[in-house]
Every structure is written in structure tokens, then in C-alpha cells.
């Protein structure tokens, strides 16, 4: 007779499991970890979160490992002498390199490494400290920029902008919300007077429809993503505009396919049919907004069979669309990069601000602008003033009032000038007139359009410091390299794209020698003569909780394990979930009419298709963590170009054969995917693959109030591989130890 | 929606109407133990580990039911006792040697439930060799032990109703019924997304994550 | 149309629902792949794959084991190499009095051919052997000598208020047929008060318990009486929506009924003024993908909402929450048909159709070492003897050893018990049950363990799966019996008696709740059987 034989595990009950929040995307996934003494993590957990209710996704549930990943820079790096002028240092990273077709490049470290020293801290913060120091006294202040990490911490993001600005003496710091939302930050502040989201996620709930638009939360937000098809199987009608077919179609009521470029003709075609047929809420308008009339006048040329010619949706679609938002009790707008990454990504974002108040659906429960906030700290990273025209709290620079409150704070004095945005750095780099960068968990090489002008850019600097967990592709430019501290392994708060402030806690140790980054900044202002003295990650939040109103009545003690949304009105106020009840910000709403613009790169017959390009599920960014990680490695190892059905027959092009994908400025090598997702004409490529980097193919040009690129338009060739193909070496990734 | 009170193991409480039994015995600090059930899920009620006496033919299951007026429950008679150790001996029967849940999160609901009720012996004979389930290993994060599989449903209701990520079903019937995915492809195959809900909520060693902890380079 | 209508529909086409069928459905539908998968592998009739051009399934339940165990066998063997022919063992066909029965091509029905007739079945499927049926239409409980009276009866009793339908029923003290022997009246009474909506009236025509055939019978013969019945029950509950839920077994009934169904719409018995003007009433003829499980009144709810056929927990019953969340009645082919007879006739001359104070007739199904298994009509509170001996007395010259009086799921009573009334209590009070009244006899020199283990067998090979006890005890349970039988060494009455035990109280529907029942039953009840005592022999 079988006995039941307890196999419980001896071993395993030395884990210790350790409340905190995932590293990724802006959801800000409550979890914990169990980990074990040597600080290896064992599993995640999902934890019930004010965001996620418990719920992770496969970058949370699978993807911490790369913290443990083997090429963890632990010691200071100095660049040999011999290694000048500085230039890219891997095969990849050089112009017109064939590019490797193998699959799972990262940074080789074989081929950069060896034009690097280990060094002490001491040699390398005195090198990188006098560097930067060497450029702005020769210089001036002004020559020197940082690039911000909207993947650190509030406290980091708050003292990288507090050295930028008091210790190196330049407004020129920002992060790569300028590639993000920047757009649609500078139209909410315009149009609201509030830069981030009004209602959280999780009160899609209560919508009667959402519009779900330029964004593909299923890849992107996914945990957020399941909150909007519960509320869709619930009855909650979602609205889909996007030039590819979004993972939650099957979810949406109505799913609008519109040509690349095209949403303000779209948005302001539905508005005509709103305020044609009445659907609009006048008592609202009245109240609560100023030039309504403007923006009558702006739309009405936009008759539905107008803006089909434009959009390449049928009219009938959009009136039917038009309809159902108007005559729905509460809405709720949901936009990504769709919408924000294009040289009209602000108009794209006023349009659907405009939409918002029209209908009167702002400042009630199933209401409300969101846009989906990528980064886990990209929301925190703003707040903290990591950009060049805010001081932490959005108070403007150029505000002389403002400027001497901060100088009262700080004991310094500040910049009076804006500073420059990211792309507005590079192209400045170009022209020589910055000439060093401080550079902190970003990685602009990848992440950057038009890297050919980047990989100029980073060659032409004097200095240039990066900080960082692994050699990136930006860091085979760099002076100094400083091992810095991954997220499990830092304590600091991170805000996430509802609003909510958490604490994420550490679970494990640097690794060598790698530091806090808090902590190298703390020494490098010392160094360069400021008397910087944090007692803990706390005493810092509670100076950034002191510059910046907005996160008013927020300590760590309150915090807690739950966090709370800031605005926080009092001590015990959990913070406001919905905003805007009353008025808002600026009094009343601004209607800011747009009309239909052109993208700068346009297809022609030796350029005949678009690409758009973006992210997908299990990848992060540039890869630089996910493509570390065993899991998220394996469940997607390599790059895909996707390609409608009847462009790919016409192009002699089979699932998964080998492709040239060329743009005016540089070609990739990469595999094809045949999918109906993706309109006849359009091409879709991720960014996360530097082997197939979308980078080199996009445009440099700006959205001229946001500064964002234009990230989701070029024009480009795909032809099959000319050249026989040998089978790729598949140059797999060690993720073993030693 | 009015209130109703009833009566469980001899203590009276009153609940909104519609409140189910679990629910109800919960807020009186009675945790009637279950396998299928969680909270974050709709019930279903298929393990019938949570049945209690209502004084009906059958015994219903305390996680589907709603209370109602005057009801009188019992949670721990002899009789329930008896039928939650054949149902723990029965689902025990067929568990392959080692749990593989305890191996990686130390969490095997079945065999806390084992030891709740003390089972030592296992009288119903061990179906794994007449019928083996097999085994998944197509996923790089997902193990999937079929044969450790009590079909509690919790992973269905995961992928489909808090995930919506719509992948898995039970397929088959009777006792050969599994679990599968879309139109019963390896799940690496599948359109599942590895988002682990599965096995966040799995119960036993049916679903676990492939081991992946690392060691540090030092 | 329905979701399992259309897969029906692509399988009898196409002959399987293959993975590029299902994935056309799912996009056409905007249905998940999981949903057509749980579908496909729940239903006996969907298959993956084509398979070879000829299906032969071979019954292998009670009555048809009892005469063709061996010819069955010997056929499939002979069969094994013929690359025409799938054949496989299935569940009962409700096809007892041709045991042992076959289906050819899942479309006729009949006799256990030799393999020498193979051939000619295949070219010629009908010739395969049917016995002859005595009970023919018009049948005994029909009040119309001919077709041009049909319906009329309805046509009178519409006029007439809900409640006086409800009075009739209640007079005549017709219990449902079923099995589960409710008050039909009451039940009306109950769904006509019941609030909501939607509203309908089901046929449950899934008769698929060993042994139960009446009601097949009564489909082929008399469909009309059937489509009244409903008729009346849609006029009291007041439903527009009326589903006849049959069996995909009965082929013939099934071109029956699609022929009254026609004349019906043709004289407006049925269509938008079926009720009375603008008050519409319907019927829908749904076949059944298979499985036993589907005769549950809440799986065939389930299944009419295309999903997989598993019972629902009651409460709530279908009464108050059934087809799509509104009041429903479900009844059964031959209660739907007493109804109308009922009403035809009259409560009192039902009454006096009985035997003393019992009422009406009923149909009974006789299988097993009958001389002539068949469909007996019988006044109620008539005794199993007179049953028998309808059929030409006992077979082969076996006498009586035991019988089941109401379906597998009614324990077996030793011939001592044979003067029982055939009527609910008398039955139950007997100790075992009048069901369905499916009688099925077994003859002396029968192993009778082996006729309880089959009858077990049956519900552990039905079994949904969705529930622990009866998914795990039923399997378990038949395996501890064919390992006492065929290994012996351990005395599993305990041990059985405690698995049933469970099963019985926590299963969620009856399949559990009976599945181990004929054998733990008949342990005490037939405690000198020789074949019975081999599962108590202990040789620790």
C-alpha cells in the first residue's frame, strides 16, 4: 500500500522571501522575491499591489536574473590610452560593418574589455570627476550634459539632477522620457497643467468604453493589459486605433486600423461627429475649458469620408467610433508610443486631450488621460526633475522665483538657462558644442534614432562618463566606467505610470565592488567640492519630498510596503486615485487644435514601405538586462521583422527567411515574420536587438515642443538576402558562472 | 439585498445575501480547508475537499454555495472528516514520488493538506502506471507534471479569467481529462505568454517553474 | 448558429474537426483555440482525424455484454487488419433489444453481424438486423386513432387558464420519467412562477443509461405526442423557446421527428401564433455530440450553451435559472408524452389505467435473457413477472437470478423480490428503484459479478471528470474490483463501501453518486453469489 511520503524541501526553506517591486515596466508590479543567504533569487511572486493585485507578467515573473548575470561589471574601468581616439570598440558598433547575423549579441566582451584597465574607485572617480571638471572649466558649464536613468530610483533621479545642475553647473540633463512621452507630457501640461495620468488603470473598471490608443499593452503594459480585457469581458467597450493590429483585438469592440501618420485626422474626424451630432458635453465645455471654438472651427473640415481618404478607415467605422465614445456615460483614454512618437506627437496627444473635453470625460471614476508610462521610474524620473526645463515638481527653470527657491534649497547658485533635451544633445555633440556627458543607466547609442549620427556624436566628446551594470554599447565610447547597483539591489522609491510611489527594496548585494548608485554620486559632488551628506535613501526622499510639493506628505514610514498615490492630501490619505474633480491645474482645460502633419521620411519607389518600430513582450529596451536573463532569452532569442502576407509573396520573402531591411541612413539584416497584424505596405521591427538595431534605420527629426523623435515613421526597402546565407554560429549567451 | 443568518458549528452569523458558506465561516474565523478554491477566483467547487453538512442528501461545497435563512452548517463532523481524508487519499494516490512545488516554492497545497488531516496510508491503488499523464517540458520557464495534476482548475481560471490570456482548457474526459493548451500543443508552443499566473495559483507539482536561479560571477 | 451545432456540422462533412477547421472557426468567431479544443475532446462524436472509411462501435454495457461478450470480440479481432474499418467499443447505443448491438457509420443501428456480412454491410448498411418491435404506432398512451387528430388536443386546452393544466397533471399524480420521479405538476407550477428570463421548454430525449430504450420508442412512433406536451408546457410557463435535446444514437427517431416538426409548422401547431395570437412557440431538434453525461439536466444546459457538458452545482435548479440564466423546464420524452395523453383522456381515466390505486401506463424497456427483449406498455403497479413474461418469460432455459428494475443506476433484486409492483415506492421500499423502468433480467448461471462491475464500469466510462470523487473514486473503484476478480488476495467490501460512501455524499451530480453503487449494493444483497464472494476473499 502506497504511504504518503512528505517530500518537504530542507533546503528550501532557507529562503527568505523579501517584499519589493519589479524592476521593468511602469505597471510597478508589486512582488516578492525569495531569495537565498548568497543573494540568489529563487522565484518571484506576485504581491497584492495597488497596480497589479498580485498579478506579474513574464519579465516579472522570469526576467530577475539578470542582476546575477557573470559579466556584472564589478570594478572601475578606465579606458587605456591606447584606446584614443575614442570610437566604437566592437565589430557591431563600427559603420558599415556587415552587422553579425548570429543571434544573442550583446556586448562582446572579449573584443571590448581588453581596451579597458580596472582601476580603483578612488583612480576612477578622481579621473571622472576631473574630466568632467576639465570640460566645463575649459568649456563652460554648459558644454556638459547628463543623461538621467529612468529605471533608478526617485533618489537617484533626484540627485543626478541636483549634481547636473548645482555640481557641474548645467541645466542639460534629461532621460529618456524625451523618447517616450515626452510629446504627450508637454500637451497634458499645455492643455491640464498635469503631466501625469488622471485616473489610474485599474478604474478602467468602471469605464464605460476606453480608447485604446497607439499603444499594445498586451506586450507592453501586460499586466495593466489584463485589467482592460477583465473590464472588456465585463462589458467595458475597448476602442482600438492603432496601424497594427494590438494582442487584445479580439477583446475590443471596434479596432480602427489607420494608416501610419494619420491619428490627428482621425481624432479630429471623430470630434467633427461629435460636435455634428451633438454628442459633446456643453455644460462641461462651459465650465471647465476655454477654446471650444477654435477647435470647432479646426474640425470641421474633418468630415468622416474626408478623414477615410486620409486614415484609410472607412467613414462608416468612424462615426460608429464617434458615436459610441459620445454616448457613453465615461471614458477613459489610453495612449503609447503610437500616438507620442512622431514629430506631431504633440498634436497626436492635444487631439485626444481635446477628445477628453469635449465629452466631458475628465475628473470622475472611468474617466480620464492616461498615457501608459513605459519605464518603472520614468513617472518618478520627471517628478524628480530629471529634465531640462523642470526643476523637481515641474516647476519651471526659467520661473526666477522658482529658480531662487531651489537656490535657497541647495545652497547654490543655479543655472538660469533651459537646458537641452537628449536629441538636442547629440546634435549638439555633433556641432562640438557639448563636449562631456555624465551618463547613468541609459544607453543612448541603442536607444537613439539614427545611430550613425549617435555613434559620431559619442566619438566627438571629451569626456564621458558612464555608470552602469554591464558594458553597453554606449560605454565602449567611455572614459570611466562605474559598476553600479541593479534594482534588486538598491532601496529607494519608484513611481509608476498610476501615480503610485513604492518602495523597492534590495535583496541582495552589488556584486565586487559595484556600488550604490546614490552613493557615487554622494562622492563625485564630494569630489568636486560639495558638501553632500545623506544620512540613507530616506533623508534623500524626504529633501526631494521638500523641493517638490507635489509629493507632499509622502515619508518612508508612510510608504510602508503599500505605497500610496501622490497627490497624498494628508498624513492618512491613501492619495487620490482620480484627479481633477473640481478644476484643474491651470484653472481651465485648453483646447489646442492640430491639424494633419507629414512625417519628415517618406517612402518612394526606392524606399517603398514603412516601418514602424517598437517592443515586444519579453524584451526590454536595449536588452541589456532582459537579454541576461536565461528565460527571457530563450523564450525570444532573436530579432523579427513582421511582414504582411501579400508583401512578403511579392517580395519573394518566406516566414522566417533572411531579409535587408534598408532605411536612408543604414540597413539591418534580420529574419522575417508573416503576420496579418501588420497593414499591407507597414513593417514592424522591435528595438531591442542591437544585431537588427532599429536605430539605424530611423530619423533623427523632432517633434518641435516635445523634442521626441519621430521613432514610428521612416520609409524603407525589404528585399530578400542577396548574399548565400551561412548557417549563423549561434553565439549563445554564457549564462553559467566564471 | 437583504441579510441572512444561519448557523455554523453552533455559532450564528449574519451575512449579506449571496454570501457563500467559506465566506461566511471566514468572517467567523473558520477556515474550512480547500484546494480548488481562492479567493482571487470565481469558485467552482470540483475538489469537494470544502463540503459541509446543510442536513440535504448531499453534502454541498462550502466555496459555491450562498447561505440561506436559518441554515444550519457543520464543518467538522465525523462524517467530513472522514470524506476529506478519501478525497486527499484519493488525490494523493497518483502523485508522483516528490513534489516538485515543494522542491521550488515550498508550497504544496495538497500535502499541507496531508498532513492537516494525517494521512498515512494511501488505500486506492496508484493509477500512474496503467495510466500515466506525462509530462511537458517545452516551456523554458514552465514545467508541466500532468501526472501531479489534481485538475483544481485554479490554473484555467488564472489564464482565462484574471491573465485573460485565454490558453488553457481541461481537455478529454473522465479520468484521462488534463489540462491543455490552445488545441493541445506543447504549451512552449502555444500562445501562452509565460506570464506564470499558472503557476502562481497551482496547487501541487502540476505546474512549476523551471528552476533558474544562477550563481553570481563573484 | 450554435457553436456545436456548426462543429456537428463540419464533423459529419468533413469526417474529423481538424486543427485547421478549428482554427478557421476561432477566427471567424473571435473565440479562443481553448474553448474548440475543450469542446472537441468532451464529445464522443468529434474526432481529430478522419479515420478509416467504416465505423463499426461495438456495445460492450450490460445486456449487450450478457449475449455478445464473445461474438464481439471475435468480430473485432476478425476486423483488426481491415483498413476500411475503425472499430471500437462504446457505451450503450439504446439499442437492447437487438444485444448485442453495433452502429455502423454512426448512422444504423442494429445486430452484431458476422464478419462474413461485413461486406455486404458496408455496401448495404440497413440490412443489418434489426428484431421485429410489437409495439407500433398509433401506441397505447396515443389518443389519436389517426394523424388528422393530432394536436388537437392542445387546441383546446390553450383556451383554457395555465392553472387548469396544472390541476389535470396534479390529478393524475404523474411523477417525471426520467428517473427522477418528481411531481410533474409541481414542477410546472414551479417554472410558471419562476421570474425572468429567458423562458423554455426542453425534451430531455438523452436516454443513455444500459437498458433504457422506452424512450426511443416513443420518438419514432410518437413525435407528435411529445411536440403537444411541450406545446402545453410552453402555454403555462409561458416560453417561446422550446429545444428537443436527443441523443445522436437514435438516427431514426431523429428523421421522425424533423418530419412531425415539419407538419407542425405546416398546420401552425408550432410558429408565431403557436400559443395564441402573437404569442410564439417553436422547437428546436438539437442532437447530442454523446456522452451519458448529457442526460443531467444541467450538462445538457451546459452543452446548449456550448460548453462542455458538465454538470452545474443545485441550487440553483433550471426551474428558476436554467437555459441562459432563465426558467426552464425539462422533462422527459415520456413524460412530455403522458402529458398530453393526460390531457386528451382525462386525469381519471389515467388513474384508472393502473393496476388498484396506481396510475396511468407505462412503457417499459426489458432487456437481458428475455426471450424477446422489447418495449412493453404496462399498466402501472404491475409486478416484474408480468414483464417478463410479456417478453416470452426467460431465455434459454436460465430461470431468474436477479434484476435491475430501473437502469444501472438501480441495484439488482433477487428473483424472491419479482411480485414487486413495478411503481416508485414499491420499488424503493424493495430496495432499489423504479427509474426509468428499464428492466434488465439476468438469468441463473450468469456471473453476476461481472454484470455489477459493468454496470459500475459504465459511469466510471461516462464520468464527466470534473469532480474528484466520482473522476478519481469511479476509476478506483472499478480497478479495486477487476483487481479482486482477476487477482484476488484482499476483501474490498470495506474499503469499496467507504469510497462509495464519499462518493455518494460529496459528488456533484447522481453519475457519482450511483457509480459504485451496483457493486457495493449488491455485496449485501446477494451475499451467497460465488462470483460476488471472489471480492471478499481476504488472502493476507
Known sequence: MKQFADSANATFSDLTETATLCPYCGVGCALNYGSDSEGVIHYAKGRDGASNAGRLCVKGRYGFDYAAHPQRLTRPLIRRDDAYPRGPLSTFSRANSSGPRKPGGIVDYAEVLPHFREATWEEALERAASGLAKVRDTHGAHALAGFGSAKGS??????????????????????????????SVYALIEGIGSGAVTNVVRDVENAEVAVIAGCNPTANHPVAASFMKQAAAKGTGLLAVNVRRPGMASYCEQYCQITP????????AVMHVIIAEDLHDQAFINQRTEGFEALAKAVKPYTPEAAEAMTGVPAAQITAFARRLGQAQSAMFFWGMGISQHVFGTDNARCLIALALLTGNIGRPGTGLHPLRGQNNVQGASDAGLVPMYYPGYQAVSDASVRERFEQLWNVSLPEQPGLTTAEITHAALEGEIRGLYCMGENPFLSDPDMNQVRKALSSLDCLVVQDLFITETAEFADVILPASAFM??????TNTDRRVQIGRPVRQPPGQARQDWHILRDLAQRLGHDWDYADESAVFDEFVQAAPLYANLTYDRLGEHGRWYPCPDANSEGERVLFGDQFPIGRGRFVPAELGQAPDLPDDDYPLVLNTGRQLEH????????????LDALAPEARVEVHPSDAKRLGITDGSWTTLRSRRGAVEVQAHITRDVALGTLFLPMHFREAAANLLTTPELDPFGKIPQFKICAVALAPLSTPLTPPQPDAVSHAAG | MSDVTLTIDGRRVTVPEGTTIWDAAQTLGIDIPVLCHDPRLDPVGVCRVCAVDVGERTLPAACVRAVSPDMEVRTDTQEILAHRRVLTELLLADQPAVSQREQTTGDDKLYALAREVKVTDIPWPDQSERQPRGQDASSPVIAVDHQACIMCDRCVRACDDIQHNDVITRTGKGYSARIAFDLDVPMGESSCVSCGECVAVCPTGALTHQSLATTDAG | MRLLSELESIQASTGALTDEALKAVAER?????????????????FRE??????RIQICRDGPCRLHGQAKAKALAEALDDDSRIDVEYVSCLGQCDCAPAVAIDDKHYGTLPQASDIDVLLDRPNALERPAQPLAAPLPTDPYPTQTQHYTTSREWLARPAEQVIEALEASGLQGLGGAAFPT??????????????????CNADESEPGTFKDRLLLEQAPHLIIEGMLMGAAVINADTGIIYLRHEYETARQHIETALEQARAQGVLGDNARGPGLAFDIELFISPGGYILGEETALLEALEDRRGEPRHKPPFPVTAGLHGGPTLINNVETLAAVTTILARGAQWWRDQGVGDYAGLKYFSVSGDVEHPQVVCLPWGSPVTQAIA????????RDLLAFSPGGASTPFLPASAADTPMAFETLREAGSGLGTGALFVVGTGRNLADVVITQARFFRNESCGKCVPCRSGSTKGVAMAYDAVNKGGRDISQPLSELHDTLMRTSICGLGQVALLPIVDALKTFPDDPSLKALQKDNA
Open chain 1, 620 to 631: 526590454w529596451h536595449t536588452g541589456v538586462m532582459t537579454r541576461r536573463s536565461r528565460a
Open chain 3, 185 to 202: 405538476a409541481r414542477k410546472w407550477s414551479f417554472t410558471r412562477a419562476a421570474e425572468g428570463g429567458p423562458r423554455s421548454v426542453i
Open chain 1, 154 to 183: 526617485n533618489e537617484e533621479a533626484y540627485l543626478f539632477q541636483k549634481f547636473i545642475r548645482t555640481v557641474l553647473g548645467t541645466n542639460n540633463v534629461d532621460h529618456c522620457t524625451r523618447l517616450c512621452h515626452a510629446s
Open chain 3, 29 to 45: 468567431r473571435g473565440i479562443p483555440l481553448y474553448q474548440l479544443q475543450g469542446l472537441r475532446s468532451f464529445y464522443p462524436v
Open chain 3, 49 to 54: 482525424t478522419a479515420g478509416a472509411a467504416h
Open chain 1, 261 to 268: 501618420g494619420s491619428d490627428v485626422a482621425f481624432y479630429n
Open chain 1, 489 to 494: 539591489e538598491k532601496r529607494g522609491t519608484f
Open chain 3, 390 to 397: 410479456a417478453c416470452g418469460g426467460m431465455r434459454a432455459d
